[in-house]
């Protein structure tokens, strides 16, 4: 749920700051960039810290290597963070990262039918998690350049 909520005021933050003169995020699409890379490098920093357990504990069981799939999603993450901020690659990050938050599905539908927590704390019930990854789905698609609306 932190991340949706970092996803969303860091949204707002930037567009105000656009709004108020900076010209650099004076657009919506710009703005969205940014906030969807403050998004991923805060999910991307669970999978080295204490939630990293829980993040184990996600991986349906039908996969191998528990730890290694989470230390390569935060991996992806981060690079997806750096990568849709570079023009020269956004476009091609932004199709991948769609294409990772759809492979990470399984593990959040499997957390949600397993009532697991996060740091201690309920992980939400699946059609609020489905609606969540849904709304990352559609921030990564509408900033990226393959998607431009004035």
Known sequence: MVPFIALIVSFLLFRMVGLLGLTYWDDWQTSLQWAVS???LLGASAHWGRR?????RMVPPA???KEWIVTVTGILEMAGAIGILLPAFSATVSVCLILLLIAMLPANIY???????????????LPVRIGIQLVFITAVLLA????YLP
Do not use: E, Y
Request: proline share 13%.
């Open 38 to 40: 403050i998004m991923l």
């Open 52 to 56: 990293r357990s829980d993040l184990v």
């Open 63 to 65: 996969f191998p290597q």
């Open 111 to 125: 957390a949600a039918r397993s009532n697991m927590t996060i740091g201690g704390k309920p992980v939400p019930k």
């Open 144 to 147: 990226s350049p393959l998607l």
